[in-house]
């Protein structure tokens, strides 16, 4: 029933996204752009995540019908892009170069010149890739546009071919003139074709490329293209040559810096070997350069500061930094992880960082950047001791933590943490808080011995202090009591092992240790064996059911039934994740249907999760984004409901 669910609706979904990315597609190369580059790129990602072999991905795009078509001299298809680090080092892992030649990747619109013995015979905008439009008497009248070509002693170029660049406005024009315009590169793009040129002068083009279709070429590698270009006149953007993929890398963080100090857009850089190879230029998809894109989600800042959050036993170290802007938000936090990420980032207090926020994760410093002459940097100081019971802290790399199983913060913040999880909902924050300090509730089994003439005064005040009974008091006590039978992942996650969840704990129990004593037995070299684990998290694991283990089988054969054995009902091994407003129910319902029907829910969307719910399903929301390039089925309220009832 499920898979027929979805194999329905992925035609539809796949032909309806399709059908958005052919529209902006259009729109960009017609006129002005609807959305942003990064908002478009997230579509073409998704459709490529559902349909790789879609016939859209190899369309470039189509111009208006006003202008006269021509063909080009060499082919304006599109390049493989990397959004980040990661995607542009496997990239490099296939192509490995003796060097890499860099240049700016120009936010504009894309014209090719045409020149017969020196003469510009036209110009083509990019079109469909093959075929654009000839608008050459506008051409004519942009800045860099060459009517002919002159060597340095004005003697006649004959150059057969063509010459590419990008057409661009400057900042200073756009504010002065196209205030109104949403960007330079729309501006741009809506006057390279107004049918009566006014306004081209106004903008400039900037050229890149260079392909000889007659004689021998007048330049021998990509590097005397661009000093070619330059000796021509035509206005070239800066070439980088860097030694290796990190060097690459490194820059694109410097560019990310300063690119707001440019008179116009670029959004990345573009990477080729030094060797011209005609071949592959002549592709539709060139292979052997790549266009390693800028993210609206990142940002090049300083770290000022390390503050050290306290969670439980953990001290989780947070980068403060110049604000910078993330994702259409202002972000000046991030979380360093641990004391190890510390270390192996090399980050220092005055470090110019690479701050990342994509999709909804939490912004963290993904790299810093080499440190510049003079620049003044200091080590991150670290805790020594438990800022409570004052117990020297624990480093060990992946986490910073009190040892002390006594100590107060431990203590407390393992209470809450179990009233959260077995989900006692009328045992508030504040009262857990006030019969800890009274000394009433120091371990999770005090909690089962509550009475309602126990808790009475503290839902009484001076008005109603007489009263025998408190509703308030007799509620939590019934709360209480009702959550006597829990299931094995919850009531191991309810310890505040640090890092194990719920949904990790289901995991052990679906791979075979499904009762109490199977997990407590464990060794760590089974548990690491476990999908989702590793041998850091079994370790934790392994130490945090040790210390706890007393207490865990005094309870299981005391105050809690622990419901063992592997899982059972309609959701049993699925795992859910609720975004949005539910129509008929509250999210805690429905991820309580969820539990009772042998499934578990997750709180963001990772690769191992069954389903997204929204009742928004084409939403552009970080979550919606994420799980279609998981390819994770994205339901709504009705489709979760009948998964459920099955």
Not at 38 to 60: C, G, I, M, T, Y
Not at 157 to 175: L, P, S, W
Request: glycine residues 8%.
């Amino acid at each position: 029933m499920m898979a027929d669910l979805f194999d329905i609706d992925k035609e539809a979904a796949v032909s309806e996204l399709a059908g958005r990315i052919k529209a902006y597609q259009d729109a960009y190369y017609n006129g002005e752009g609807v959305i942003s580059d990064a908002e478009f790129d997230a579509l073409w990602d998704e459709l490529k995540a559902r349909d790789p072999q879609h016939p859209l991905l190899q369309r470039v795009g189509a111009d208006s019908g006003t202008f006269p078509k021509r063909a080009h001299v060499m082919p304006m298809g599109s390049q493989e892009k990397a959004a980040n680090p990661e995607q542009f080092l496997a990239w490099a892992k296939n192509h490995q170069y003796d060097e890499y030649l860099v240049e700016y990747k120009l936010d504009g619109a894309s014209l090719e010149l045409q020149y017969a013995h020196g003469a510009l015979v036209c110009a083509v905008t990019r079109g469909d890739g093959t075929v654009g439009d000839d608008v050459t008497a506008n051409a004519r009248k942009m800045r860099g546009v060459q009517a002919a070509l002159f060597d340095e002693n004005g003697k006649n170029v004959d150059f057969t071919g063509g010459i590419r660049g990008e057409v661009i406005m400057t900042h200073a024009v756009h504010r002065q003139h196209y205030a109104d315009k949403a960007n330079c590169r729309n501006a741009a793009n809506g006057l390279m074709k107004r049918k009566d040129g006014v306004g081209c002068e106004h903008l400039v083009l900037m050229t890149y490329d260079a392909l000889a279709t007659e004689g021998e070429s007048p330049f021998a590698d990509e590097e005397e293209k661009i000093r070619w270009l330059a000796r021509m006149g035509f206005a070239t953007s800066e070439l980088k040559i860097c030694p290796t993929a990190q060097d690459v890398i490194d820059y694109r963080a410097e560019v990310m810096e300063t690119r707001g100090q440019l008179d116009y857009d670029i959004d990345g850089l573009v990477i080729k070997e030094r060797a011209i190879n005609r071949e592959d230029a002549l592709r539709a998809r060139p292979d052997r350069q790549i266009a390693f894109k800028f993210s609206l989600e990142e940002a090049v800042s300083t770290l000022r500061a390390v503050e050290w959050s306290e969670s439980g036993a953990t001290y989780t170290p947070v980068a403060i930094f110049d604000e910078v802007q993330l994702n259409g938000t202002t972000v000046q936090r991030a979380s360093l992880a641990n004391p190890d990420t510390i270390r192996k980032l090399g980050v220092r207090i005055g470090s110019r960082v690479v701050v990342v926020k994509r999709g909804e994760i939490i912004p963290k410093i993904e790299s810093v950047l080499p440190e510049e002459a003079g620049q003044v940097t200091e080590e991150i100081p670290v805790p020594a001791t438990c800022a409570v019971c004052g117990t020297a802290l624990v480093d060990d790399g992946t986490r910073l933590f009190c040892p002390n199983a006594s100590c107060d913060k431990r203590v407390l913040h393992q209470l809450l943490k179990w009233v959260s999880v077995i989900d006692i909902r009328d045992l508030g924050e504040t009262l857990v808080t006030a019969l800890f300090k009274n000394g009433r509730v120091r371990a999770i089994s005090d909690l089962y011995t509550l009475t309602a003439d126990e808790l009475k005064p503290y839902f009484l005040n001076e008005e109603n202090a007489d009263k025998k009974d408190s509703l308030g008091a007799q509620k939590v006590c019934d709360s209480i009591q009702a959550r006597r039978n829990v299931p094995l992942a919850a009531f191991v996650a309810g310890f505040d092992i640090e890092g194990i969840g719920e949904t990790m704990v289901q995991k052990l129990v679906d791979a075979g240790l499904n009762t109490l004593e199977l997990l407590l037995t464990a060794p760590v070299e089974q548990i690491a064996a476990v999908y989702g684990f590793a041998d850091i998290t079994a370790r934790i694991l392994v130490a945090g059911l040790q210390e706890h283990a007393a207490e865990m089988r005094a309870l299981a054969s005391g105050s809690i039934h622990v419901q063992e054995g592997g899982a059972t009902g309609a959701l049993a091994g699925k795992t859910f994740c609720f975004t949005g407003e539910l129509r008929t129910m509250k999210r805690a319902d429905a991820e309580a249907m969820v539990r009772k029907a042998g499934g578990t829910c997750k709180s963001s969307v990772t690769k191992d999760l069954s389903y997204l719910v929204t009742n928004d399903t084409t939403s552009g929301s970080g979550k919606n984004k994420k799980a279609a390039a998981l390819g994770i089925p994205i339901i709504d309220e009705e489709a979760f409901l009948r998964l459920a009832n099955a």
